[in-house]
């Protein structure tokens, strides 16, 4: 069994910070859709129940389209540091840029063609 690290992190103003508990080396997955393109949004799933966040009341929710996802904004600065995906509603996906770095290595990126959601979602669910 690898062994677990704290990692930690937030958005850009420190209005809310998170930690959780995660192996050293994971994979991070590169989505072009249109919300993971334009924000630059680098997906690292953790089981909601390993993050712990702090200052919460700052971050705002933003949905689209299907609605399921829950995207979470700091009110305060804007950065995205985590959300509620569509594909792993029992996940944070938290934001790779938004972790402080030291803690994490990159094990491989899998790259997802979130353009074309539906016909990818099954290869996505498979490899994280």
Not at 41 to 47: A, E, G, S, Y
Not at 96 to 117: K, M
Request: glycine share 8%.
């Amino acid at each position: 069994m690898e062994t677990l690290n704290t990692h930690s992190g937030g958005c850009h103003c420190g209005a809310v910070t998170f930690t959780f508990e995660a192996p050293s080396r994971m994979s991070v997955t590169a989505c072009n859709c249109s919300i993971c393109h334009m924000t630059g949004f680098l997906h690292m799933f953790v089981p909601q129940t390993e993050v712990d966040i702090t200052g919460a009341e700052n971050l705002t929710p933003y949905t689209f389209n299907t609605k399921q996802a829950k995207h979470l904004f700091c009110k305060i600065c804007g950065v995205k540091p985590l959300y509620i995906p569509r594909s792993h509603p029992e996940d944070y996906s938290i934001n790779l840029r938004c972790i402080t770095p030291g803690t994490l290595e990159i094990s491989e990126t899998i790259e997802f063609d979130g353009q074309n959601w539906e016909a990818n979602i099954a290869g996505l669910k498979e490899q994280t």
